[in-house]
């Protein structure tokens, strides 16, 4: 398991203002947080597809693909290669439809889950093992529901929960921001506590 700070945070989504507040969004919610939280603006970089912020103290680069979520490897492509970033110093951050909404969960390589942002970025860094965090927006229950469950808005109980998770992962920034990707995957894949 790489050990390597991230030199690159990606977080999927679709472009456009129909889609800023649906669920396939997680991954665009957290790095707009993150970007607040390290003081930095995102330009819109027509070479790298995609809005792309340099937050130059901790050494990361933020990027949020405009290419729509099943091309967003086109633009995680072009900026990993440009600035030479391994696939082990990258973390992207999804929707994840098999965790519930207010959970999270930090790994490394493994399956894509039929998560076509996934499997495009797979396809363009030729390998799984980079780190994802994945933000847990449920499932509808039924397969033939998905498209259209995760362009939809979530139900303002969900969101709720949504939200909190995406506090927690941005308290857990530090230690992931150092490196330090097995506290950081304790930290975060812990269920929260239920509420009393």
């Not at 889609?19 to 665009?28: C, L, P, Q, V």
């Not at 919610?29 to 027509?46: I, K, Q, T």
């Not at 390589?109 to 396809?123: I, M, P, Y």
Request: glycine fraction near 10%.
């Amino acid at each position: 398991m790489s050990a390597a700070a991230p030199r690159l945070v990606v977080g999927l989504g679709n472009p456009g203002a129909e889609y800023t507040e649906t669920r396939h969004n997680a991954g665009f919610w957290f790095c707009e947080r993150l970007a607040d939280n390290l003081g930095v603006r995102f330009s819109h970089e027509s070479r790298f597809h995609g809005f792309v912020a340099h937050a130059r103290d901790a050494g990361v680069w933020l990027l949020m693909p405009q290419t729509y979520m099943n091309r967003s490897g086109q633009s995680v492509g072009a900026l990993a290669r440009f600035y030479r970033i391994a696939p082990a110093e990258i973390l992207v951050v999804h929707d994840e439809l098999d965790i519930p909404p207010g959970q999270l969960r930090l790994k490394f390589g493994g399956g894509l889950g039929g998560h076509n942002g996934l499997k495009d970025t797979s396809a363009h860094l030729a390998t799984n093992d980079y780190w994802r965090l994945r933000i847990g927006i449920g499932h509808p229950g039924d397969r033939n529901e998905v498209v259209n469950y995760v362009l939809k808005s979530a139900r303002r109980e969900e969101q709720v929960q949504i939200d909190e998770a995406l506090d927690r992962a941005l308290e857990a920034w530090p230690l992931i921001a150092r490196g330090e990707w097995n506290a950081a995957t304790t930290r975060l894949n812990a269920r929260p506590a239920a509420p009393r």
